[in-house]
């Protein structure tokens, strides 16, 4: 090839995505697509144009959370193009349409990077105004070219209040800052339970811990969302709180965040 072909950390040409937003975290289970979802929707109620891609290439969760775990891409009239399923309103792409829901995906680092790539790629994504994407946990290789070779408009990161959870959390930011992405601030996912009988409110895994740390570390704490069966239920059935209660306490939390980066 000529000058620069090989060379991976060219960025990658967008097209017509206006803005890109990743959604980390420092370790899985946090909630992380969970709220990549619902940002997700939040956003496109707000009017915006909004495309999804599950990042999360060794654990892709989005086909099921936007009810789509049977979908398939189909080719697009564009050469070499695919269009993707779309749910709500949004277009979906993610390894997990094209594999097995039971099969690992075992590839290393490069290959799965090749594979992100090309969902971002020969996607036809159309006009977007935001493009959210759905990072795997942790900050290894892939977190690292995505940081590299993807113009990210801004980073959110979602963390647990646990202790743990946000030294994990931590790392993820000082890496975003190292490559240098801008990032929006911190999320806390399960903040507090609230009783749904009598509105007592339980600290499970206690609270706050999240605001403390992004004051410390100089970065916009967004706001929190509770620990509530409404959202697992809707996130592991495929029906988003968002739209079975988009004028409910927890819609409006997001929809508060939503906000702050679009
Ligand atoms: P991650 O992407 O960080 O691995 P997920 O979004 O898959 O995490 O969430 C892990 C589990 O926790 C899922 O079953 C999801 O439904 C549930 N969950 C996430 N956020 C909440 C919340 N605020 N309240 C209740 N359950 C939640």
């Given at each position: 090839g000529g000058p620069g072909a090989g060379g991976g950390q060219r960025p990658l040409d967008l097209g017509a995505i206006r803005s890109v937003v990743t959604v980390a975290s420092g370790?899985?289970?946090?909630g992380k697509s969970t709220t990549s979802v619902n940002l997700a929707l939040s956003l496109a109620r707000q009017g915006l144009k909004v495309g999804l891609l599950?990042?999360?290439?060794?654990?892709?969760s989005l086909p099921r959370m936007m009810g789509l775990r049977t979908a398939k891409p189909t080719h697009s009239s564009k050469e070499g193009k695919i269009t993707p399923p779309s749910a709500f309103g949004i277009k979906i792409m993610s390894i997990g349409f094209m594999i097995?829901?039971?099969?690992?995906?075992?590839?290393r680092g490069p290959m799965a990077m090749g594979a992100l790539e090309q969902l971002l790629r020969d996607t036809d994504w159309g006009e977007l105004d935001v493009l959210v994407v759905d990072m795997p946990p942790g900050t290894g290789d892939i977190q690292l070219s995505m940081a590299q070779r993807v113009p990210v408009t801004g980073a959110v990161i979602v963390s647990t209040p646990q202790d743990v959870a946000l030294l994990d959390a931590r790392k993820g930011l000082n890496m975003f800052r190292k490559v240098n992405v801008p990032i929006f601030g911190l999320i806390e996912n399960m903040s507090y339970y609230q009783?749904?009988?009598?509105g007592h409110v339980d600290h499970v895994f206690d609270h706050g811990g999240a605001h403390k740390a992004a004051d410390e570390l100089g970065v916009p704490f967004l706001g929190e969302i509770p620990l509530d069966l409404k959202i697992r239920l809707g996130a592991d059935e495929g029906k988003p709180i968002i739209e079975t209660d988009p004028d409910g306490a927890h819609s409006q939390a997001y929809a508060n965040i939503a906000r702050q980066i679009a």
């Open positions: 370790k899985g289970g946090v599950d990042a999360d290439i060794y654990g892709p097995d829901e039971e099969q690992p995906v075992i590839w009783c749904p009988n009598c």
